[in-house]
């Protein structure tokens, strides 16, 4: 969510994957408890005006002296009334070591393993309905060491929580992991004990047939996040495939740098379209993105039954949205196909442990003005910008 603060900043705009990390890292490295809450706290808004009740966030980057910026931005989703389930990301591959980081944004590897476990304890509450979960997430194969994934997976077996990476997100990430560990993604995923329901993967998009099977055997998770693959050119993620092959696939905005719009109705018609273009007409309809944005997501953060759907036991979040004026008029047939074929469109109302985020298509909070102005300053600070 800090990617808020780097929002469509111009010398990445048309940059892919490794050169759009290796252009922001310097940026990112500035990040302190201060422009963490603030952005985790206007990410979380944004997400609730676009129906969202439940987030997760990949902070991976911790620069020395930036402070306690997981705490910060769960401070944020308790002020804002936003059911959090964020992760203690981390990376401990710098440049130095042929990793794709800068020296100032990594971490020892027993300070990541402490810190996440302390993580865990501070802050992750196990009990059903629970407000804020944490997870614990190396960032990426080519940003930390296979040690790291290994031990990390054997520390959220042991402390009972979930595991988040990156993966397979386009061909420059096959072609690391080919040269770097001599196997494709999935085989390394296997190697470091991460093909698990215990994990979900970001992105996803360069599995072959055979590899979807096996990620579709261990039931892991994958959030898709089509816009920012599309501005990344990163590629199509075989959604359909990976679904019918019993994979949990949930939806993503992805970091604000990349899709640069927190939307999740947006990647929900995304998510069908692309689901359209890469499989047929009728392969991606507007009830499998529904599924997706909802129970899927579930999934990925092991919460079916709880959050993304309306049933008995579940906790009760709603998104309310109207189907009515002129972008809906003629659209009486089927409501869930008008809902993501017309707009665009925000939710009506935003419901969250019985409390209201958003009513009548306005966030409810009397703090937006004033993040907002904070928001700006400090992206002004990051990027090095003056007016």
Same mark, same amino acid.
């Given at each position: 969510?800090?990617?808020?603060?780097?929002?469509?900043?111009?010398?990445?705009?048309?940059?892919?994957?490794?050169?759009?990390?290796?252009?922001?890292?310097?940026?990112?490295?500035?990040?302190?408890?201060?422009?963490?809450?603030?952005?985790?706290?206007?990410?979380?808004?944004?997400?609730?005006?676009?129906?969202?009740?439940?987030?997760?966030?990949?902070?991976?980057?911790?620069?020395?002296?930036?402070?306690?910026?997981?705490?910060?931005?769960?401070?944020?989703?308790?002020?804002?009334? +936003?059911?959090?389930?964020?992760?203690?990301?981390?990376?401990?591959?710098?440049?130095?070591?042929?990793?794709?980081?800068?020296?100032?944004?990594?971490?020892?590897?027993?300070?990541?393993?402490?810190?996440?476990?302390?993580?865990?304890?501070?802050?992750?509450?196990?009990?059903?309905?629970?407000?804020?979960?944490?997870?614990?997430?190396?960032?990426?194969?080519?940003?930390?060491?296979?040690?790291? +994934?290994?031990?990390?997976?054997?520390?959220?077996?042991?402390?009972?929580?979930?595991?988040?990476?990156?993966?397979?997100?386009?061909?420059?990430?096959?072609?690391?992991?080919?040269?770097?560990?001599?196997?494709?993604?999935?085989?390394?995923?296997?190697?470091?004990?991460?093909?698990?329901?215990?994990?979900?993967?970001?992105?996803?998009? +360069?599995?072959?047939?055979?590899?979807?099977?096996?990620?579709?055997?261990?039931?892991?998770?994958?959030?898709?996040?089509?816009?920012?693959?599309?501005?990344?050119?990163?590629?199509?993620?075989?959604?359909?495939?990976?679904?019918?092959?019993?994979?949990?696939?949930?939806?993503?905005?992805?970091?604000?740098?990349?899709?640069?719009?927190?939307?999740?109705?947006?990647?929900?018609?995304?998510?069908?379209?692309?689901?359209?273009?890469?499989?047929?007409?009728?392969?991606?309809?507007?009830?499998?993105?529904?599924?997706?944005?909802?129970?899927?997501?579930?999934?990925?953060?092991?919460?079916?039954?709880?959050?993304?759907?309306?049933?008995?036991?579940?906790?009760?979040?709603?998104?309310?949205?109207?189907?009515?004026?002129?972008?809906?008029?003629?659209?009486?047939?089927?409501?869930?196909?008008?809902?993501?074929?017309?707009?665009?469109?925000?939710?009506?109302?935003?419901?969250?442990?019985?409390?209201?985020?958003?009513?009548?298509?306005?966030?409810?909070?009397?703090?937006?003005?004033?993040?907002?102005?904070?928001?700006?300053?400090?992206?002004?600070?990051?990027?090095?910008?003056?007016?």
């Amino acid at each position: 969510m800090y990617q808020n603060l780097t929002r469509a900043f111009p010398p990445m705009t048309n940059a892919a994957l490794f050169g759009w990390l290796k252009t922001l890292y310097p940026l990112w490295s500035t990040l302190d408890e201060e422009s963490a809450h603030v952005s985790a706290w206007v990410g979380l808004a944004e997400l609730a005006l676009s129906g969202c009740t439940t987030s997760t966030d990949h902070l991976y980057v911790h620069p020395q002296g930036g402070g306690d910026l997981l705490s910060a931005e769960i401070a944020a989703a308790v002020d804002l009334g +936003m059911r959090f389930h964020p992760t203690r990301g981390s990376m401990s591959l710098s440049e130095k070591d042929g990793g794709l980081p800068p020296d100032n944004v990594v971490q020892d590897h027993d300070v990541i393993l402490a810190e996440s476990q302390l993580a865990v304890e501070k802050h992750h509450d196990a009990k059903h309905g629970a407000m804020v979960r944490i997870a614990l997430a190396p960032c990426s194969p080519f940003s930390v060491t296979k040690q790291l +994934m290994i031990e990390s997976a054997q520390l959220a077996e042991k402390l009972d929580v979930r595991l988040h990476t990156h993966f397979a997100e386009n061909s420059e990430d096959d072609d690391y992991s080919l040269a770097t560990f001599g196997c494709r993604p999935t085989d390394y995923l296997e190697e470091v004990g991460w093909c698990t329901d215990r994990a979900w993967v970001a992105h996803c998009v +360069m599995p072959n047939e055979d590899e979807v099977q096996r990620l579709g055997k261990a039931h892991i998770g994958v959030a898709h996040c089509p816009s920012s693959n599309m501005i990344l050119a990163s590629g199509i993620s075989p959604v359909v495939s990976l679904r019918a092959a019993g994979v949990h696939v949930g939806l993503g905005v992805d970091g604000s740098s990349s899709a640069d719009s927190a939307s999740m109705w947006l990647e929900a018609r995304q998510a069908m379209l692309l689901a359209k273009l890469r499989d047929g007409a009728a392969a991606g309809t507007a009830r499998m993105s529904l599924e997706i944005a909802t129970r899927g997501g579930a999934g990925c953060l092991g919460r079916i039954g709880e959050i993304g759907e309306i049933s008995v036991g579940a906790v009760g979040d709603l998104a309310v949205w109207s189907l009515t004026g002129p972008s809906f008029a003629g659209a009486i047939a089927d409501p869930i196909e008008a809902w993501l074929r017309c707009g665009p469109t925000g939710a009506k109302h935003t419901i969250v442990q019985g409390r209201s985020i958003v009513d009548n298509g306005l966030l409810v909070s009397t703090k937006v003005d004033a993040m907002l102005a904070q928001h700006r300053v400090l992206a002004q600070r990051m990027q090095r910008l003056v007016n």
